[in-house]
């Protein structure tokens, strides 16, 4: 399971920016995608976009630790669950639910990531609770796939506290 990472429209230098860490995520080169999003972080950027970006750096920041260990994987992780947090101020539920629903996904990604480096099932719990509202805010979106990722992101956080209950038991 991925993060999902957007593209929009913006002004050309922008956009051919964002299509190039767009490809670099595609092709797993996940530390460049994180330098190129990181970049574009000191552009001057439109609200909407800027939370794209930060929403995009986040969910790249969560890809690159998830192939690492130790201090630097959660390093990584904390700033991943900073920008994505950062982002939803530009992410309106009501005026862009996709792009309220992507962000908060991918935060969702953050904590299952940090439940598995570190085991704190408290993590679990607040995966769960990152995910509260996206069917609501896309039941009447023809967003398919943001829908789909989102039930198996889900899915992936019920099995996880279902494996834990019966070691338990």
Known sequence: MNAMIEARSADESVLATLSRAKALIEGHDFDSAVQV???????????PLRGEV?????????????????PRAQARLDQAHHLLVSALAFRSRTTA?????????NLAMVHLARYQ???DRDELLSGHLALDGIEQ???HTDETALRDWVAAIRDQLIDLRERRHRKRG
């Open 37 to 47: 999003y990181s970049q574009l972080l000191k552009a001057e950027l439109v609200a």
């Open 54 to 70: 930060m929403t995009n750096l986040g969910a790249a920041l969560c890809l690159l630790a998830r192939r690492e260990t130790g």
């Open 97 to 105: 639910p996709a792009a309220w629903a992507t962000t908060r996904a």
């Open 117 to 119: 480096a570190g085991g």
């Open 137 to 139: 805010a896309l039941r």
